[in-house]
């Protein structure tokens, strides 16, 4: 979290030297004085102590960056900076390959109690060899960004040196490159591209005196990243709710390789050790005045875990993919906007160890799990989820009316059996009666279930499921499905329609 957080003001930073560019030949006073400019719609400060000129270059000395966003503040200093121009139109900029920063986090307080102090970190940023050059013209500017790599390392928490307290925390990128591009003025179009072949986090700590140590080693590969948006006048992002509604938007897509994590630990009572590793991942987000959409996943991901507290030598699961994917209108309308929410899991794999606590004898069959709950609909806003006020005021209210709901694809598969399912309803909002207080649907659901009978079976003879429950289930099996073709095979049609609720064409409400 602290070399993210860090990360977003120096991605800042470098955003805002984009935009330094204001005409066919940019100089360094230009971006200098740009980058103080958009470094305020940030919310961030930037001064120096002393600036001069000798020759091409432009020298800041002591550049201050000062950056307070949701709790949490960062300050940091630059002991050099020099702004040269290269003679074709452009400024290479490059500073001191390290520099110290600050990072004050503020921590909830607890019910009736006083808040407590915040958190200090002291932070070291190094960036040896980093060059960036900004060029542009009076309507387009852009950045680009080499360095060998970055790193981001904790040197001390509330003035105690980090080596002190026998701590290692570092974050670090190789192979760092980024082009940035912004078009306009009082409306900017920004475009971003980054790559890193290797991303690295360590975390280890020992206590001496108690004989305890934690160690955590994580590593990704091969991680790329664009981003596009809209930036509306000064707002930037030092109110994003506001920025939004004005017409500001964003748009970003995250990728990383294969990736691997191993950690362990052990204090007086208890020891574990683990690793985890995946082949890929994904993540996306969007958003503007009108929408929100969240997605990301991963594949190939594995993970092994022993230690003392675990009843067996070791724990395995495993599963090839995992996903989510989140749609949501956010803004007050009159008119219906689209939704979606999907989760997926996919081949899920556990230890032999673990059937075998409720399963010893193997009557289940092991295959791999799935899970995917794919639905979208329309649904209209009755509050601007951007207005806190207006958020807050509603209590328990429902922020606003569904209108339709569709189920592109249900599936879970467990245990030999397996349910799937689509279908779609609509809703009748000025009827809440009918089923009491819940808008009226029209339409339907249709399932399939294999193997239902047979896991019930099973889960009787190994003494998970008592008899008289295992009947109930079978009863209403029978009264919401029926036979199909196919061995231990039902389908069951689910409908809403005359004010009625029916099961397989007859009615039960």
Do not use: C
């Not at 000798?54 to 020298?59: A, Q, V």
């Not at 995992?322 to 219906?336: N, R």
């Not at 899970?371 to 429902?398: F, M, S």
């Not at 689509?422 to 279930?449: E, I, Q, W, Y």
Request: net charge negative.
């Amino acid at each position: 979290m602290t070399y993210f957080r860090t990360l977003a003001g120096s991605t800042a930073l470098v955003t805002v030297v984009a935009a330094g560019a204001a005409s066919a030949d940019v100089t360094p006073e230009q971006v200098w004085q740009n980058w103080q400019e958009l470094g305020a719609s940030f919310g961030q400060t930037l001064t120096a102590s002393n600036q001069s000129r000798s020759g091409d270059t432009l020298k800041l000395e002591d550049v201050r960056i000062h950056f307070a966003q949701e709790g949490t503040l960062v300050e940091g200093v630059i002991p050099e900076m020099n702004l040269t121009q290269r003679g074709d139109g452009t400024v290479e900029i490059t500073m001191s390959p390290e520099f110290p920063m600050e990072m004050t986090i503020e921590n909830p307080p607890e019910e009736g109690k006083p808040a407590p102090a915040p958190t200090k970190l002291d932070l070291s940023l190094r960036q040896p060899g980093l060059v960036m050059v900004a060029g542009g013209d009076d309507s387009m500017s852009t950045l680009d960004l080499d360095a060998p790599s970055t790193m981001v390392a904790v040197t001390g928490v509330d003035g105690v040196a980090a080596r002190t307290m026998n701590l290692v925390a570092e974050v670090s990128l190789s192979d760092v490159a980024g082009k940035y591009r912004t078009e306009g003025t009082d409306t900017r179009a920004i475009t971003n591209d980054f790559t890193a072949s290797v991303a690295e986090m360590t975390f280890a700590m020992t206590d001496p005196e108690q004989g305890g140590r934690v160690n955590l080693r994580a590593s990704a590969t091969d991680l790329k990243g664009t981003s596009s948006g809209t930036m509306v006048g000064p707002l930037g992002m030092t109110d994003i709710a506001a920025a939004l509604r004005a017409g500001a938007a964003s748009n970003g897509q995250f990728t990383y390789g294969p990736a691997t994590m191993e950690f362990d630990f052990e204090d007086a009572t208890d020891k574990a050790k683990g690793s985890a590793s995946a082949a890929s991942g994904h993540l996306n987000v969007a958003m503007n005045g009108d929408r929100l959409a969240y997605g990301g996943g991963n594949k190939g991901v594995s993970l092994t875990v022993s230690g003392s507290q675990i009843p067996f030598p070791q724990f395995n699961m495993s599963y090839a993919e995992a996903a989510f994917d989140l749609l949501a209108p956010v803004v007050k309308s009159e008119v219906a906007q689209d939704f979606r929410l999907l989760t997926k899991l996919v081949d899920l794999k556990i230890s032999d160890e673990i059937w075998s606590m409720f399963d010893p004898q193997a009557q289940l069959p092991r295959d791999p799990a799935t899970l995917v709950i794919d639905t979208k609909g329309k649904a209209k806003l009755d509050v601007d989820l951007l207005d806190p006020t207006a958020v807050e005021k509603l209590g328990d209210t429902a922020p606003g009316q569904l209108e339709a709901l569709e189920v592109d694809e249900l599936k879970l598969t467990i245990a030999g059996a397996a349910l799937t399912g689509r279908g779609g309803f609509t809703f009748d909002n000025s009827d809440t009666t009918t089923f009491d207080g819940m808008p009226a649907p029209s339409g339907r659901l249709d399932l399939k279930l294999v193997g239902g009978n047979g896991l019930i079976d099973k889960l009787v003879a190994i003494g998970i499921v008592p008899q008289d429950q295992a009947m109930a289930a079978r009863m209403m099996l029978g009264m919401f499905a029926r036979p199909a073709d196919g061995e231990d095979t039902m389908t069951s049609t689910l409908e809403f329609k005359d004010k009625g609720f029916f099961a397989n064409g007859q009615r039960l409400q």
